[in-house]
């Protein structure tokens, strides 16, 4: 599944593609039958789009929603902090609202292990806490956790982890048991 955004303009239209792998790629097309036709021949059918909300939206969104599995309308208006932004680029759009939600989520995750469980993780996250502070080595835990995830998605491995205690106890009970 890749996420495209795109910014409509009244002779043109700009899109980024970010792909699986965050590689983020610009193209820009011409608003006429040959550019819409040339981009939709880069679309697959599991694509997420957003558009950014302007005059041509709804005929764009109408030649190429059946393309693609979802399309969004954005207003970038209601985004208080897009709309006043320096930096409003469609690719760094749909890169930092990405970077911030999933940070968000990675650092919640994190808060609520480190003082609950006792794992590799949360042993990492102590020692980091000792060398730079609980704020950094919040931060850090979550890159990890982020890394650790990235790695079993990319190579299809599943994450275990148990207590060397529980895992001693389970080989004497097949131990017993044979």
Known sequence: MRYIGVDLYKTNFVVCFLSEDEHARTETFTLNAQGLSRF?????SDDHLAVEASANTFYFCRQIKY??????????????????SKKKTDKNDAAMQGRKRLRTTCIGAVLSMVNRTKTPLTEFYQQEKQEKGAGKAIVATARKLLVIIWVMLKKGLDYWYIEERLYNEKLRALRAAA
């Not at 939709?40 to 697959?44: A, D, G, S, V, Y």
């Open 40 to 44: 939709k021949r880069r679309l697959r």
């Open 67 to 84: 393309r693609v599995a979802k399309v969004v309308v954005v207003d970038t208006y209601r985004f208080a902090v897009i709309a006043r």
